[in-house]
């Protein structure tokens, strides 16, 4: 399985953006997918998960009321959509998929190799 990440950029506060992770290889093996960022001298930290085809979603709280995540299971693809953007939110987010849904952010086997947004 490979996971690339695109859509990241730099925008001001308060701008949008929407990240896309398409997968590719053996997609019929993933049933989760999950968001993740990491900057600079901070842990990795879990964003939104979604357990492909069955609609179920999880976003951290953080984020919650600005972070959508959505899945095109057609083009094997999901998205964040990311509004109201603060500086905060500067990152590296990174994709990632694994064959099993257990409600967690741990024990994901596959990833990619991220996107940086920056927020100013």
């Known amino acids: 399985v490979q996971l690339v990440e695109s859509g990241g950029d730099s925008v001001q506060t308060g701008g949008s953006l929407r990240l896309s992770c398409t997968a590719s290889?053996?997609?019929?093996?993933?049933?989760?997918m999950a968001w993740f960022r990491q900057d600079p001298g901070n842990e990795r930290e879990g964003v939104a998960r979604i357990f492909i085809g069955a609609g179920d979603k999880y976003v951290a709280a953080s984020v919650e009321d600005r972070f959508t995540i959505s899945e095109d299971t057609a083009k094997n693809t999901m998205y964040l959509q990311m509004n109201n953007l603060k500086p905060e939110d500067t990152a590296m987010y990174y994709c990632?998929?694994?064959?099993?849904?257990?409600?967690?952010?741990?024990?994901?086997?596959?990833w990619g190799q991220g996107t940086q947004v920056t927020v100013s």
């Open positions: 290889g053996a997609t019929d093996r993933i049933t989760c």
């Open positions: 990632a998929a694994d064959p099993q849904c257990i409600g967690t952010w741990s024990g994901f086997d596959y």
